[in-house]
């Protein structure tokens, strides 16, 4: 775990460092044990038979097929123009009040990551839309860019969420009860981050002049009309999972085939749009999966060396309370979330924090919200959030870095509040699931 956790702040890729330290670790482990003296000629036919066995074990995993579908469903929803249309269909619906620009940014950006599931695609596409229309009326870069990058979190809890299918294939708890557990907070998320808008432009209201535009009623029709694929698709895959009408492979495959059908039905989705968002999803699902692959071996080897097990006999025996050990394990994400991808931190992190959790008797289905919450939080938090960062490769030298990390600092206080509900009302993250069909 040391040795994958310096790799990655070497800025070694998160494939090769999980898969590196997991290969390493299995070959010392075999080659030399607990009292005895190094001999290599031990390790090599176990670390063989691990290197074997192992991956394809993993990814002969009939739930494991829902990642690339709702990847692929993201990208040519994307393409096909949904997520542009969600945004404009907002825009014009939006009260003409101060601030309604940014307002109807983050509200795109929830509609965004409902689509695509992933928070940085979220800000770098929406960053593209929305911030150069919030500069042209005349909007403030902190709050134009901050925004964005924080609107761009929702992807991480909004369903369906990549890294909630994926928690939930390595702690094998339901990504039905996943996705629905986000749902709440996530829409808590985006409320929170509206007021953090409507404040910020009461207390400077320079910093977002009123819009003057009046869209008539034809107007808004149009918008709505063309928002209504983004809506099929939202409806059809939370509908589906809550009455239990699809398992979430069902649910991704369904989304999918729809999005196409949509695509093309509407005359929005070329055949070139489509390959290219086939080949957008399989570079994504490539290098999802050989994060996964890796994070797995990694959780193998772990097992096989039973750290988790004595860890957790370490801190029973230090008689630690359970407020110091969430308070060191929230620490312990936000601080891997400023500068770590968010699918490493989870895979990397759940073989240690997991066990722990579990055996104090928490719900691991809420445990995963929290666990997506703090990332989410690590990705807008300095020196290096990552969708910070993306923001300002997307607006170039127009807006300062600082400039958005000020501005994002609104909506961490935000994102506070929503984490401190989630530990005093666990019922936010497990209302919805525990009433589904």
Partial sequence: MTAALLMLMLRVPIAFALG??????????????????????????PLFSFLATNPYTFLHSYPLAMAPLFIAMGHIAHRAGFTTDLFHAIRIWMPKIPGNLAMASVMGCGGFSAITGTSVACAAAMGKIAVP?????????????SCVAAGGTLGALIPPSLLLVLYGIFT??????????GLLPGIA?????????????KLNPASAPADDQRPSYADKVKALQRAWPFMTLFTLIVGGLYFGFFTPTEAAAVA?????????????????GFLDGIREAAYQTAVVFAIAIAANMLLSFVALTGVTQAALIWI??????????????????????????PIGIVLLTIPLTVPLVDGMG????????????????????PPIGLNVFV????????????????????????????????FAWPGLALIVPNSMF
Avoid at 25 to 40: E, I, S, T
Avoid at 189 to 197: E, F, G, I, K, R
């Fill in 189 to 201: 998320t985006l409320v929170a981050y509206l007021l953090v808008v409507v404040i910020w432009v």
């Fill in 133 to 145: 229309e919030m500069r042209k009326y005349g909007y403030s870069p902190a709050l134009a860019s």
């Fill in 362 to 381: 928490m719900n691991l289905i809420w445990f995963g919200i929290v666990i997506i919450k703090l990332l989410e939080i690590g990705l807008i938090t």
């Fill in 256 to 272: 999918m085939f729809v999005a196409v059908i949509l695509g093309v039905i509407t005359g929005r989705l070329s055949m070139a």
């Fill in 20 to 45: 590196a330290s997991a290969v390493i670790g299995v070959f010392l482990f075999f080659a030399w044990p607990a009292g005895g003296a190094f001999n290599p000629d031990r390790a090599w036919q």
């Fill in 391 to 422: 923001i300002k490769s997307v607006v170039g030298k127009d807006i300062p870095l600082m400039q958005i990390f000020k501005g994002v600092t609104f909506f961490l206080l935000a994102d506070l509040v929503i984490l401190a509900l989630l």
């Fill in 316 to 341: 029973e025996a230090a008689d630690m309370s359970v407020f110091m050990i969430m308070a060191a394990i929230v620490l312990l994400y936000i601080i891997l979330g400023t500068f770590l991808d």
């Fill in 172 to 181: 094998e708890q339901s990504v039905s009860r996943l996705f629905l557990a």
